[in-house]
């Protein structure tokens, strides 16, 4: 699983990991370095040498093509990651969705990119988002600006179709993610007649989201179209807690780990068991899901290299699950 890095990079890693694993040095690294890049002092070497290098590709598209492939060379794919999000500007907005398009015609044809991904959140704005789902009045502006959002997002899922690049749309806060499902969807229903191109992401640490997710795809069964998914278990863990209690309504998140685990690995057997309608990614640093999939895999003689079935994960996490994946023939990328 390591056999790609050399005993400086192993070491590298090993004190990048001892840093991010304690609580206390990591809040203050964080401190220090805001407070550096603040004061204009030269951290940035340094960033780039750590944290930076180790979980990142590259500051730009070209200068990650080392990563992709190298990562390649070991049957592990690249998943571009353009990692924006929390802008405020419309400019921003589109130079955001050209970027983004350009990670698309980048992975045009390339075995090696098999998939390209994006956030809302890169070419929206939150609080528009947030008023969309709240069901509040929207000024001239904001209404003008979701339907620049809506385009955006088009745009995106077009140039996907149209270059034949499968594209994962990620999870946002449960206070937004009501509106992106339903623009997801409605790229769906345009661009998944032939296959799926559109995938939407679904955080299975929400109570409600098993239920979510089998609803969605029996709405593309229905409307006969495919159905692409990406399944995680959660990443705002804390901001959801915070919120619920704050704003004082039920927290959305399962009671414990041991539910988040049943309902990730029910998503998985329940996107096997309609695998001719749905294409899935199994999003996880778990070991036992990753097993799980490829146990029901076998069980189902579904080959360990179809099309439909991913597991992907962080680049720079869990090598230990990509790369003997990858090697015993499961189709596996990084997130990069």
Not at 2 to 21: H, I, M, P
Not at 137 to 161: G, Y
Not at 192 to 205: C, H, L, P, S
Not at 280 to 290: D, I, K, L, Q
Request: net charge neutral.
């Amino acid at each position: 699983a390591f056999s790609y890095k050399t005993d400086g990079q192993l070491k590298k890693a090993n004190f990048v990991f001892t840093l991010v694993n304690n609580p206390t040095i990591s809040a203050m690294a964080i401190g220090l370095v805001k407070a550096s890049l603040a004061l204009k002092l030269p951290v940035k070497g340094l960033i780039r040498t750590t944290v930076f290098e180790h979980f990142c590709g590259g500051e730009t598209i070209e200068a990650s093509e080392k990563t992709i492939q190298l990562l390649y060379k070991h049957q592990v794919g690249t998943i571009l990651d353009f990692a924006v999000e929390g802008e405020e500007s419309e400019s921003v907005f589109d130079a955001t969705t050209r970027e983004i398009i350009r990670t698309i015609e980048k992975a045009k044809n390339n075995p090696a990119i098999p998939f390209s991904v994006f956030k809302v959140t890169g070419v929206a704005a939150f609080g528009l988002l947030e008023k969309i789902q709240a069901n509040a009045k929207l000024t001239e502006e904001e209404t003008i600006a979701w339907s620049h959002t809506q385009k955006r997002v088009d745009e995106i899922c077009k140039s996907a179709f149209e270059n034949n690049v499968r594209l994962l749309i990620d999870a946002e806060d449960s206070w937004i993610q009501n509106p992106i499902d339903e623009m997801v969807y409605a790229m769906m229903k345009k661009y998944n007649k032939e296959r799926a191109i559109v995938f939407n992401t679904y955080q299975m640490y929400r109570a409600d989201m098993l239920e979510n997710l089998k609803k969605a795809i029996q709405e593309a069964q229905q409307h006969n179209y495919f159905f692409g998914a990406k399944l995680v278990r959660g990443a705002y863990m804390e901001k959801e807690a915070a919120r619920a209690a704050e704003m004082n309504y039920p927290n959305p998140i399962h009671h414990s780990k041991e539910a988040t685990d049943q309902a990730f690995n029910e998503g998985l057997a329940f996107c096997l068991e309609n695998i001719n309608r749905v294409s899935f990614m199994c999003g996880s640093h778990n070991e036992y899901s990753n097993q799980y999939l490829a146990t029901l895999m076998e069980q189902k003689k579904i080959s360990s290299n179809d099309p439909r079935v991913w597991s992907a994960q962080l680049k720079g996490m869990s090598d230990h699950i990509s790369f003997n994946m990858a090697k015993a023939g499961y189709n596996v990328a990084k997130y990069v």
